[in-house]
Nanobody, 116 residues
Framework: QKDLVESGGGLVQAGGSLRLACTASRTMFNAYIMAWYRQGPGKERELVARITRGGTITYAASVQGRFTIGKDNAANTLYLQMNTLKPEDTDVYYC??????????WGQGTQVTVSS
């Protein structure tokens, strides 16, 4: 059983929207921090947005005002609503759970491609 499973990636035109979902096991969903990262070929994996167990949210400057992270507690699901997408948002997006001890867990990733 996989603990973090992403869905919702795909191909969209610039200016469009996508909604990513990460279905988590109960243990993962209750992690200290849940987050979305992204990584492109030859690039470092970078933080997109994160939400702590207490509800504190942080966004990367490049997505501030366009992306929204949220949690559906009843469904053990982490979301990332992505609006006004740009070609530079094209990457593989990963769901992440981090424990209070710093242990990191990753989903398999979902491809987001934004055409110009």
């Amino acid at each position: 059983q996989k603990d973090l499973v992403e869905s919702g990636g795909g191909l969209v035109q610039a200016g469009g929207s996508l909604r990513l979902a990460c279905t988590a096991s109960r243990t993962m969903f209750n992690a200290y921090i849940m987050a979305w990262y992204r990584q492109g070929p030859g690039k470092e994996r970078e933080l997109v947005a994160r939400i702590t167990r207490g509800g504190t949210i942080t966004y990367a400057a490049s997505v501030q005002g366009r992306f929204t992270i949220g949690k559906d507690n009843a469904a053990n699901t982490l979301y990332l609503q992505m609006n006004t997408l740009k070609p530079e948002d094209t990457d593989v997006y990963y769901c992440n759970a981090e424990t209070a001890y710093g242990d990191m867990y990753w989903g398999q990733g979902t491809q987001v491609t934004v055409s110009s």
